[in-house]
T-cell receptor, first 115, second 110 residues
Framework: DTGVSQNPRHKITKRGQNVTFRCDPI?????LYWYRQTLGQGPEFLTY????????KSRLLSDRFSAERPKGSFSTLEIQRTEQGDSAMYLC?????????????FGEGSRLTVL | GEDVEQSLFLSVREGDSSVINCTYT??????LYWYKQEPGAGLQLLTY???NMDMKQDQRLTVLLNKKDKHLSLRIADTQTGDSAIYFC??????????WGAGTKLIIKP
């Protein structure tokens, strides 16, 4: 396994369109996280899953944002009716249960540009 | 809200020590991390310290924690060109709901 994989790496869309990003975590990792990172800032937590259960979603930015992890493996993050302010890097991370350092393993991110 | 502050840039000469500083406001922070981000690569955990520790050393890296002043520092000894990256301080009371600094870009001069 080569790590956390995110697709697409870059998405350009027009305002009002829907976009979906996919994250494939490291295979034995139970936990999966989504973050947003804007230019010159650190990551901002959005939501997280333990297996297929979404345990925290109150930090999703609006009801236009939704995430799923239907079989406890890959996850998707969907943004409906995109706005220019949604332009950012969307990061996915995963971690195993029981790792006491709390280390998160990040993918390379999916960059969204909304025109 | 809670905040984490870092200087945006640090420039050091190759072979010197680099010290990257971070201050935070949440006194309940249990997890304190340093992540590294290289161009075109994902964030990678560099080192960490828990709030019940004052110092941690790992090869060329030394992390110091001053809980009273809510100050965290990362020292990189014998800085090399491969250390060029953005270094993020991240703190929180869980390992995922962290508050992240804006990152310090480490620039190495020959």
């Amino acid at each position: 396994d080569t790590g956390v994989s995110q697709n697409p790496r870059h998405k350009i869309t027009k305002r009002g369109q829907n976009v979906t990003f996919r994250c494939d975590p490291i295979s034995e990792h139970n936990r999966l996280y989504w973050y947003r990172q804007t230019l010159g800032q650190g990551p901002e937590f959005l939501t997280y899953f333990q297996n297929e259960a979404q345990l925290e979603k109150s930090r999703l930015l609006s009801d236009r944002f939704s995430a799923e992890r239907p079989k406890g493996s890959f996850s998707t993050l969907e943004i409906q009716r995109t706005e220019q302010g949604d332009s950012a890097m969307y990061l996915c991370a995963s971690s195993p249960l029981g790792r006491n350092t709390g280390e998160l393993f990040f993918g390379e991110g999916s960059r969204l540009t909304v025109l | 809200g809670e905040d984490v502050e870092q200087s945006l840039f640090l420039s050091v000469r190759e072979g010197d020590s680099s010290v990257i500083n971070c201050t935070y406001t949440d006194s309940s922070s249990t997890y304190l991390y340093w992540y590294k981000q290289e161009p075109g690569a994902g964030l990678q955990l560099l080192t960490y310290i828990f709030s019940n520790m004052d110092m941690k050393q790992d090869q060329r890296l030394t992390v110091l924690l001053n809980k009273k002043d809510k100050h965290l520092s990362l020292r990189i000894a014998d800085t090399q060109t491969g250390d060029s990256a953005i270094y993020f301080c991240a703190v929180g009371d869980s390992n995922y709901q962290l508050i992240w600094g804006a990152g310090t870009k480490l620039i190495i001069k020959p």
